[in-house]
């Protein structure tokens, strides 16, 4: 998901790929500014205040250092999980956006959803019931095990799926600042919205990467 030239400290937060009115009227043009310019930007530079004096973490990739900082000492390990997290899970949910978007996935992910949830619809309703359920502020995925079976969880705050050895194929932003300049506390209005914008061709391809490794 991120590029290999900006997988690294100095981490840098590239532009996003689409206007900031891009997901308009689903998204609106304030809220993805805010998110990518403020959010994203902080968690990027904590990120990098947190690795400024350590050259051998300064080595390790995104992925790494979020496996790692659970066994790194505090504060500094919860310092690198909070922020590598957040950089982690916002690329991938900005990566995954769309406009048109939405509908419905196709080709093997397609097949793998249909045999997990039992079809596409009941696939939604039970990642938008996982997507209510988040208290406070996290994010809902569709992820795979190592044997290429979905599943839905949720992850608090900026955690990962990669310290639980899932691998996400998509995920959405429930923290109150993806949504609540358009949607108030509506946070069953933004799913909605959100589900016109998801990039499927993106989760397609997060999911036959993992298949690589099966
Ligand atoms: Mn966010």
């Known amino acids: 998901m991120n590029t290999p030239q900006n997988d690294h400290y100095i981490f ?12 308009e009227p689903f998204i609106d043009i304030k ?4 998110h990518h310019d403020r959010h994203l930007q902080a968690y990027t530079d904590n990120l990098n205040a947190a690795l400024k004096g350590y050259p ?9 250092l979020i496996r790692m900082a659970g066994r790194l000492p505090k504060p500094l390990g919860t310092q ?4 590598a997290g957040g950089v982690y899970n916002h690329r991938f949910f900005f990566a ?20 997990a949830f039992g079809g596409f619809t009941d696939f939604v309703g039970e990642l938008e019931a996982a997507a209510l359920s988040v208290f406070g502020s996290g994010y809902a995925w569709l992820v ?3 044997n290429g079976r979905l599943r839905i969880i949720t992850t608090a705050n900026q955690d ?11 995920n959405v932003d429930v923290w109150e600042h993806a949504y609540y300049l358009k949607h108030y506390n509506k946070r069953a209005d933004y799913f909605d919205d959100w589900l016109s914008v998801i990039d499927w ?12 490794f099966r």
Do not use: C, W
């Open 12 to 23: 840098v937060n590239e532009p996003l790929p689409y206007p900031f009115d891009a997901m």
């Open 31 to 34: 809220t993805m500014e805010l």
């Open 56 to 64: 051998t973490l300064q080595k390790a990739s995104l992925e790494q």
């Open 80 to 83: 690198i999980g909070h922020n």
């Open 96 to 115: 995954e956006l769309k406009n048109p978007g939405g509908g419905q996935p196709s080709g093997e992910l397609m097949t793998a959803i249909t045999s």
């Open 144 to 146: 795979s095990d190592g």
């Open 160 to 170: 990962t799926p990669l310290t639980k050895r899932l691998h996400p194929i998509l």
């Open 201 to 212: 061709e993106k989760a397609e391809l997060a999911y036959s990467h993992i298949g690589k």
